[in-house]
């Protein structure tokens, strides 16, 4: 099972290698990448969001899933996992970006973008189209500059949707039992 994933992973990268490289999009993936490095785009959302109080809860529930999504993703299971990255299997590929050192599985840009993304989409569904498809060019990025295979991007969308959904109902948990202790005094 996991030689025909693998095979199908190789396929799909090679595919994108091949036939969808041209000169905008070698531009305009290592942009939409490094607006994606360490969450750095969805952080700014979040500080931004502290600003305005209607907002602001949004702002906390984005903090946290990023939090969550680098300590699951990252510090556990990236070492744990030790996937390497395409393009440290094959170094005869042109890269548009540095090469990654750490591991691959799961995509950090990935999981990320979808964790902000799911609360961005639940505090304001305009804001969360916009979110989305961010989202999904910063993780398309990720395939398209030989660093993740899309199995990396899968796993990443669904923890970040793991993580985003977390901090939202921890959240929402705290904010209730606020207001239930405060209606108690």
């Given at each position: 099972m996991l030689i025909w994933i693998q095979n199908v992973d190789n396929n799909i990268i090679g595919f994108v290698q091949t036939n969808l490289h041209n000169s905008i999009f070698d531009v305009m993936m290592p942009l939409f990448s490094f607006i994606g490095n360490n969450g750095a785009v969805w952080l700014i959302i979040a500080v931004i969001f502290l600003f305005f109080p209607k907002y602001r809860k949004y702002g906390i529930m984005i903090a946290l899933g990023l939090f969550l999504t680098d300590l699951i993703g990252e510090v556990t299971l990236k070492p744990l996992i030790a996937r390497v990255r395409p393009c440290n299997l094959n170094t005869n590929v042109l890269m548009l970006i540095s090469r990654p050192v750490d591991f691959s599985f799961p995509s950090g840009h990935t999981s990320t973008s979808f964790s902000a993304t799911i609360v961005i989409w639940r505090s304001n569904r305009k804001f969360g189209v916009f979110a989305l498809l961010l989202a999904m060019l910063i993780a398309f990025?990720?395939?398209?500059?030989?660093?993740?295979?899309?199995?990396?991007?899968?796993?990443?969308?669904?923890?970040?949707?793991f993580c985003g959904a977390a901090a939202m109902g921890l959240i929402d948990l705290i904010i209730r039992k606020e207001a239930s202790h405060c209606q108690k005094l």
């Open positions: 990025s990720r395939l398209y500059l030989y660093v993740h295979y899309p199995t990396d991007l899968l796993a990443g969308a669904v923890l970040g949707m």
